[in-house]
């Protein structure tokens, strides 16, 4: 626990006091990053997506002693909540215990995202302070404040900070502390328990227990230590999720489409290495330069950590109680090869067996992005020690023009949540006339709509779904499951997820057109006209 501190008195004089400079470099970049979420999602507030209605929704239920339930359901349900299974329970508890004391849900989620990045940027500055020296820590604290995927997650309600935070501290566990199975099992369990794919974690700690160790038995013995608190976690969650669980083990098939989606991720990637002009040909004619320099630094920088490691006695093993600069850089580098490996392979398998409908855009490449970035910040600092004085300043160029180019792109994004807004969050839905009306001539009667989650989020009331089909004898079922309750159908000439064509919906289900708009119409019983 010392040595978290920067006090292990195993340590020189020098390397105690590089520690603890490191601890306060990483709590003041820590502070400010806490502060920056805070600022730019005061004005308009955080940015909300699809998914965004479903945390706060089962948050407020949780508060309200209704347990986690999400505030739509299908159109033929007899309530118009569900229980929440599509996502884990991790992060709308999270936001509950602020909104339990008090704080709106939107206002508690802020601080999630906020305490999330204080933790994620402290933590992996001391990581990457610890095994490379104070000037590592501060350069790559300067790049996760401008880091593109970092900043555009923070500013809305999304699950994904808390997940950094506690991939962060399984990793920081992981390196300050390698023997501490249990310690390190609990925070991979909390990052499962925020994301599905956070069961990478678990496997990458029971991994770090076994690999390498003289005695199987004690190896398997500290593995099953490590792996308790998920599967405890796990074992919890689908026992309260069991039909959903049953149902999509049910559905486990192989998915084609994998080199489409390897193609998305190929293009995060480049977009993440040249950040400045995304999507674009530019940004490939960047990104090849650019990721075979990341590529070239990492292999070498990689080689020279591990060939000091390997100088060390042969009593310092990568998991010695003994902390070293070489030793602790060592261990992130493994540490970061476990976790990035396993994610990788997690989000493939994945992508190939349960949801063959989702691709590898940022958020889901994010995790693995962020800890390449630490192994190769750890890695460019063994690198420097041996390059030549043209290739170290080849290197700066680089890093500052990169700097600068996720500056910009972090830029953009933040002015767009100081102004108009981020996704569902913009001007442009909050004075939708589409709702607006819904507010004064639909007041109380039950909703019905092709996109959930935005009614929710701008009405605060739960919502029933649409038909996926456009079979006549379910949309006539789904017109009079309308007209038996009263309710008003919200059909945006948008939708999420992709449903039934508004007209078809109109003429399938025998509703009449109450409003139109440019961005939808509203539906309901002929009844219901003046």
């Known amino acids: ?11 020189t004089t020098v390397w105690r006091s590089s520690l603890f400079t490191v ?43 209704r347990g986690l339930r999400a505030p739509t359901a299908p159109w033929d349900s007899a309530d118009s909540t569900a229980r929440l299974t599509h996502y884990p329970p991790g992060y709308p508890i999270a936001i509950a215990v602020p909104q339990a004391l008090g704080l709106p849900g939107t206002e508690s989620a802020r601080l999630v995202q906020a305490l999330a990045a204080f933790v994620t940027v402290a933590v992996l500055v001391a990581v990457v302070g610890d095994a490379a020296g104070v000037g590592t820590a501060a350069a790559f604290g300067l790049a996760l404040l401008v880091m593109p995927v970092m900043v555009d997650t ?56 076994v690999v390498g160790r003289p005695s199987w038995r004690a190896a398997w013995r500290r593995a099953a230590v490590a792996l308790a608190p998920t599967a405890a976690l796990a074992a919890g969650w689908l026992w309260i999720a069991r039909g959903s669980a049953l149902g999509a083990m049910h559905g486990l098939r192989l998915h084609d489409g994998l080199a489409h989606a390897l193609g998305d991720g ?28 990341v590529l070239a630094v990492l292999v070498a920088g990689t080689r020279r950590v591990r060939r000091l490691w390997q100088l060390l006695p042969k009593e310092l093993p990568l998991r010695s109680s003994t902390n070293v600069p070489q030793l602790v850089a060592a261990r992130v580098l493994g540490a970061c090869a476990l976790l990035a490996g396993a994610y990788a392979a997690v989000v493939v398998g994945a992508r190939l067996f349960a949801a063959g409908d989702f691709t590898f855009d940022a958020r889901i490449m994010s995790p693995l992005l962020l800890l390449v970035a630490v192994a190769f910040a750890v890695a460019a600092a063994g690198w420097w020690r041996s390059a030549r004085r043209g290739l170290r300043a080849g290197l700066i160029v680089l890093l500052v023009a990169w700097g600068a180019a996720a500056f910009v ?11 108009p807004g981020l996704d569902l969050a913009n001007d442009a839905w909050s004075e939708s006339p589409l709702l607006e009306w819904v507010r004064g001539d639909g007041n109380r009667r039950p909703l019905y709509s092709n996109w959930p989650a935005v009614p929710y989020l701008y009405l605060g009331r739960p919502v029933r779904g649409v038909p996926s089909s456009s079979d006549a004898a379910t949309l006539r079922a789904f017109g009079d499951s309308v007209r038996a309750r009263g309710g008003l159908v919200l059909a945006f000439t948008a939708a999420d997820p992709p449903a039934v064509p508004v007209d078809s919906l109109a003429v399938g289900s025998g509703l009449q057109v109450l409003a139109r708009y440019p961005g939808g119409v509203v539906l309901g019983p002929a009844r219901s006209v003046p």
């Not at 601890?23 to 999602?41: D, E, I, Y």
């Not at 293009?267 to 075979?292: C, E, H």
């Open 266 to 293: 190929a293009m995060t990637v480049a977009q993440w290495l040249a950040p400045a002009a995304p999507g674009t040909s530019w940004s490939w004619l960047a990104a090849v330069p650019v990721g075979a320099a």
């Open 1 to 11: 626990m010392r040595f978290l501190f920067g006090l292990n008195p195993e340590a």
């Open 23 to 65: 601890r306060l470099l990483s709590l003041v970049m820590a502070s400010v990053a806490f502060a920056g979420v805070l600022w730019v999602t005061g004005p308009q507030g955080p940015g909300l997506q699809t998914s965004s209605a479903a945390y706060l929704g089962a948050a407020e239920s949780l508060v309200d002693g």
């Open 409 to 419: 792109a972090s830029r953009n994004e933040v002015r767009q949540s100081l102004g």
């Open 154 to 209: 923070h500013l809305s309600v999304l699950s994904e900070p808390l997940f950094f935070a506690l991939l962060a501290l399984t990793l920081g566990v992981m390196v300050a502390a390698p023997e501490a199975a249990f310690a390190a099992g609990l925070c991979a369990a909390g990052a499962l328990l925020v994301r599905f794919t956070g069961v990478s974690a678990a496997i990458a700690v029971a991994l770090w227990m």
